[in-house]
């Protein structure tokens, strides 16, 4: 099995509140990534989880929180979501690191308003 | 960025057509993914070439990678209507992944 889930597949939050979105595997995957995708943008790597060390990208460091309580598990937060946050959000996982093919979820799709 | 030229964003072409999509990257990769995006699913990889490698083919795939330009492309074949979808590019690079913007195909029949 393949298959990378996430909840929700529609999220519709209120500006100035928080966001947590769920992403799990049953791969036993090493790494769990998040990327945010707006319209006609590339997908862009938000942070990744290698077994329990957190990376996350520079310019998005203080805006995305995610935890891994176990392997299968990751989750991304938003503490408090703007309009920009408003996108399309996609987990996906890997057996190892980058290099490896990347397993993607069916994404959830975020409107703030 | 990690990109040179931009994807092109949109193609348009009648079934049984071949087509070829483009990209260039400006940093070091050892690997170059091709993805392909369906409406309402995430991104699923349908062809990877290593960087030892020149050309690859699956199917009615086929990629190229040219290391000294930093460009590589996938090229469809007798294209049918359920290779409609976005395609993207990508790369590795230290401890990250680049997408490219991805080009969006529509197979006519």
């Known amino acids: 099995d393949t298959t990378v889930k996430q909840n929700p597949r529609y999220k519709l939050a209120r500006v100035g509140k928080p966001v947590n979105l769920i992403c799990s595997q049953t791969?036993?995957?090493?790494?769990m990534y998040w990327y945010q995708k707006k319209p006609n943008q590339a997908p862009k790597l938000l942070l990744f989880?290698?077994?329990?060390?957190?990376?996350r990208e520079a310019d998005t460091f203080e805006k995305f929180q995610s935890s891994r309580p176990n392997n299968s598990f990751c989750s991304l937060y938003i503490g408090s979501a703007g309009l920009e946050y408003s996108a399309m959000y996609l987990c996906?996982?890997?057996?190892?690191?980058?290099?490896?093919?990347?397993?993607f979820g069916p994404g959830t799709r975020l409107l703030v308003l | 960025s990690q990109w040179g030229e931009e994807n092109l964003q949109a193609l348009s072409i009648q079934e049984g057509e071949d087509v070829t999509m483009n990209c260039s990257y400006k940093t070091y990769t050892t690997v170059v993914h091709w993805y392909r995006q369906d409406s309402g699913r995430g991104p699923a990889l349908i062809i990877l070439?290593?960087?030892?490698?020149r050309e690859k083919r699956s199917g009615r795939l086929r990629a190229t990678l040219d290391t000294s330009s930093q460009s590589s492309s996938l090229s469809i074949t007798a294209a049918q209507c359920e290779d409609t979808a976005v395609y993207f590019c990508?790369?590795?690079?230290?401890?990250?992944?680049?997408f490219g913007k991805g080009t969006s195909l529509t197979v006519i029949p």
């Open positions: 791969m036993n995957h090493d790494t």
């Open positions: 996906a996982s890997s057996r190892s690191g980058c290099q490896d093919t990347q397993y």
């Open positions: 989880y290698y077994d329990k060390i957190l990376n």
């Open positions: 990508a790369t590795t690079g230290y401890q990250n992944f680049y």
């Open positions: 070439i290593r960087s030892n490698e």
